[in-house]
């Protein structure tokens, strides 16, 4: 049998998943070990009961300044922002998308300017939300939407002028009205894909609230890690690091597990 034609089984699957992350792992805990071997104070690479002592101290002593239990104060902070962004940016994705992609006269307008302002680099307007918006909540919600909403609707977009036009002209011929053809027609067959997209889009809108709450924000995961930098907690960083790694992986699981529950079609039925 040809390479290209072998398929791993279900274990398989899950060891070659793994692998890497356990190389990774294997590689980090020679190199640990051999650094703090040479010097036991040494902060660039912690051991892991370095890390464990760390998180346990974040996640489960209260700040004696704030009285807060910071690991998941930050989190709380970091998942409402993150929460409201996408919300708001898949919102706006939808409307313009199907705008643009159903209806001919608001494509002409709608359309290129999705298409300029998906080109407008977010971090480059993290000064100016800082202008308009203030320091507050919503100039880091608002860097979420105006990096992920123009994605979102230019998708959207592509995706409803794939529709085929047979659809329109026989709901048409049935009495179907405008109103009735987004809700019966281009609807169902676009949730999936807004979904689809969202996952998608989960690394940059983690990257523009971690860039964000890193220059302006008293809270969140983004400020703590940007906060201890400064004094090389490493121990700190790189679990933090993790912790949002996993919180993205479960967002993105708990959307596809959505998808799949939604819409079983999408997947060509498999559940």
């Not at 643009?100 to 480059?124: D, E, H, I, N, W």
């Not at 790694?245 to 999408?266: C, E, I, Y």
Request: hydrophobic fraction near 55%; proline fraction near 6%; charge should be positive.
């Amino acid at each position: 049998m040809r390479f290209i034609n072998r398929q791993p089984g279900r274990g398989g699957r899950w060891l070659l998943a793994l692998l890497p992350l356990i190389l990774f792992a294997l590689v980090y805990g020679i190199a640990s070990a051999a650094r703090l071997t040479d010097n036991p104070d040494d902060k660039l690479l912690p051991g892991l009961t370095q890390m464990v002592n760390a998180m346990a101290r974040m996640a489960f002593e209260a700040d004696k300044r704030s009285g807060e239990y910071l690991l998941w104060s930050d989190t709380a902070a970091s998942l409402i922002r993150l929460g409201l962004g996408l919300g708001i940016a898949a919102l706006m994705g939808l409307v313009f998308g199907v705008a643009a992609g159903v209806f001919p006269l608001l494509r002409a307008p709608l359309s290129p300017m999705m298409t300029v302002v998906s080109m407008v680099p977010p971090l480059a307007v993290l000064p100016i939300l800082f202008i308009v918006f203030g320091l507050d909540e919503l100039s880091k919600v608002m860097l979420i939407v105006i990096g992920v909403a123009p994605i979102l609707a230019r998708d959207l977009e592509q995706r409803a002028r794939e529709i085929p036009q047979e659809l329109f002209v026989k709901a048409q011929t049935l009495g179907a009205n405008s109103w009735t053809l987004v809700l019966r027609v281009v609807l169902p067959q676009l949730l999936s894909r807004l979904l689809v997209s969202l996952r998608l889009m989960l690394g940059s809108a983690w990257l523009f609230l971690i860039s964000a709450e890193a220059i302006s924000a008293t809270a969140g995961l983004g400020y703590r890690i940007f906060l201890v930098r400064r004094y090389l907690a490493m121990d700190v960083i790189l679990p933090y690091v993790v912790w949002i790694t996993l919180l993205a992986w479960l967002m993105d699981w708990g959307l596809r597990g959505l998808n799949r529950w939604l819409f079983p079609w999408s997947e060509g039925g498999r559940t």
